[in-house]
């Protein structure tokens, strides 16, 4: 996540940073519900019909930033796992496992709208294209890392196998992106990217990047929300989670 | 440990086998020019991909059955088809066909799918492009065909 | 309204992607909600059996 700026060595020890988490998670929960709204309205009452596909490009609306968060979420997840393997870092890992969930439901939806959108558009619900066959895998490399770690007993090995298999499957991503270029793809090519202007009208890119904003503090809020439960989980035996129990009595 | 090692070693083949198939199977379509290059599979069915020339779709009276063809502005392969076309089907845009090559040249599709470029905009805008492209067409008359303002890349 | 929800014909598509996610995303927040409940009631359990 965006914490730059922050004094990481300070907060990356779970017991100071479960309050700090707690203590940011209702604003970014709100800031997301607000942006939800404001990104709804435009994205049905403001942006306009579009010239080829009609009513049904509204799908992108949510494919988009779907598709967007579950490529940045599983690069965060990787750089976490990393930072736990290398450094050690107990919260490292804990982030990484948090944020493997809802990194797994933007995969999913981003498929599940992708064929919403394509059986009108395209003509078909799938194909095995490599836009189509990445994103799946990408879907795939969640669920493998969430089962892993669920199957293995002892946690530090079980955050080791897990991050592993993290990091191996960050070379997905860029593959991923860069796809639609590469091969030939049903999919058609970006139309924001950074070396040419957006082949979109101003006020459609607007509500897409308004929805983006609302997903992304959307899984800030459920990470701090879940790294919560997680902190607590796996530091249930040390004093100071003890203590907090004793005084929740 | 021995079992990390072996199911991360598992997951890197398993990976460089997707890979691998990617990069030898993946040409999801073939243009024109591949086929008429002879890059294209002769006996098995492959995807036919490249734009609906313009003017040339021509419906059968059954109603089903269409005849057009794809063209990638240097080759252009005639197509017929008997079913039902996706909604963004249109002259001058892009489309994928899947079936086989007749020995008659034409391209018996089963299936045809449409490719659409990553151009939105209202229909107002795309309205006034095609304004400005006309009168920019007929004040250079001599570029011929060029491509419209908007879509029509595949 | 009859025609906003009808979407130009699309509104299957269109309603089948917008409520999808928004059911996937309740489930979600359900869900991890519900697993900290579960969580914090053991937290007390635990913490009750040791101090006795």
Redesign the interface.
Same mark, same amino acid.
């Given at each position: 996540m965006a914490f730059a700026g922050i004094n990481w060595f300070k907060y990356s020890s779970p017991a100071t940073f479960y309050p700090l988490a707690g203590k940011m998670m209702p604003w970014f929960a709100g800031l997301a519900a607000v942006l939800t709204v404001i990104g709804l309205y435009m994205s *049905?009452f403001v942006a306009?019909?579009?010239?080829? #596909?009609?009513? =049904?490009?509204?799908?992108?609306f949510?494919?988009v930033p779907?598709a967007w968060m579950s490529m940045f979420i599983y690069v965060v997840m990787a750089v976490y796992a990393a930072m736990g393997l290398i450094f050690n870092t107990r919260l490292s890992a804990m982030m990484a496992s948090s944020l493997a969930? &809802?990194g797994a439901?933007f995969t *999913? +939806?981003a498929l599940?709208?992708g064929a919403?959108?394509g059986?009108?558009?395209?003509? &078909?619900w799938w194909?095995w294209?490599?836009r189509l &066959?990445t994103e799946l895998?990408l879907l795939f490399l969640y669920i493998?890392f969430m089962s +892993?770690e669920a199957a293995i007993d002892d946690p530090r /090995?079980a955050t080791? =196998?897990s991050g592993?298999?993290a990091i %191996?499957?960050v070379? !997905?991503v860029p593959?991923i992106y860069f796809s639609v270029e590469w091969? !030939? &793809? +049903?999919h #058609?090519?970006?139309?924001i990217s950074l070396d040419k202007a957006p082949?979109? =009208?101003t006020i459609?890119l607007a509500s897409m990047l308004v929805m983006t904003l609302a997903f992304w503090m959307?899984t800030i809020a459920?990470v701090l929300? /879940?790294v /919560?439960?997680e902190i607590?989980?796996r530091e /249930?035996h040390s004093e100071w %989670?003890?203590a907090l129990?004793?005084e929740?009595? | 440990m021995l079992f990390i090692v072996a199911g991360v070693t598992g997951i890197g083949i398993a990976a460089t086998l997707i890979l691998n198939a990617f990069n030898s199977n993946m040409v999801f379509f073939f243009s024109p020019s591949q086929v008429v290059a002879k890059e294209a599979p002769q006996e098995r069915s492959f995807r036919l991909g490249g734009l609906v020339t313009e003017g040339s779709v021509e419906r059968e009276d059954d109603g089903l059955t269409v005849h057009f063809t794809v063209t990638d502005n240097q080759h252009t392969i005639p197509v017929v088809f008997t079913g039902i076309l996706p909604d963004l089907f249109r002259e001058g845009e892009g489309v994928v066909a899947q079936g086989r090559l007749g020995d008659d040249g034409v391209f018996h599709a089963e299936e045809v799918l449409a490719k659409h470029d990553e151009t939105y905009m209202p229909p107002e805008v795309a309205e006034a492009l095609e304004k400005a492209e006309k009168a920019k067409q007929s004040s250079n008359s001599d570029i011929q065909n060029a491509p419209a303002g908007a879509g029509g890349s595949i | 309204m009859s025609e906003f929800f009808a979407m130009g014909g699309y509104g299957l598509y269109v309603w089948g992607s917008y409520g999808v996610t928004a059911l996937v995303i309740v489930a979600e927040i359900v869900w991890v909600v519900q697993r900290r409940k579960v969580l914090l009631k053991r937290l007390a359990r635990m913490s009750r059996l040791t101090k006795g």
């Open positions: *049905f306009p019909t579009d010239y080829k #596909q009609g009513e =049904a490009y509204r799908i992108m949510i494919h779907a969930p &809802t439901l *999913f +939806l599940w709208t919403l959108w059986k009108p558009m395209w003509g &078909t194909v294209d490599a &066959t895998i493998g +892993l /090995r080791r =196998a592993l298999l %191996v499957g070379v !997905n593959i091969w !030939n &793809t +049903l #058609q090519g970006a139309s082949s979109m =009208a459609m959307y459920m929300y /879940r /919560r439960c607590l989980e /249930r %989670v003890v129990m004793e929740r009595k | - | -």
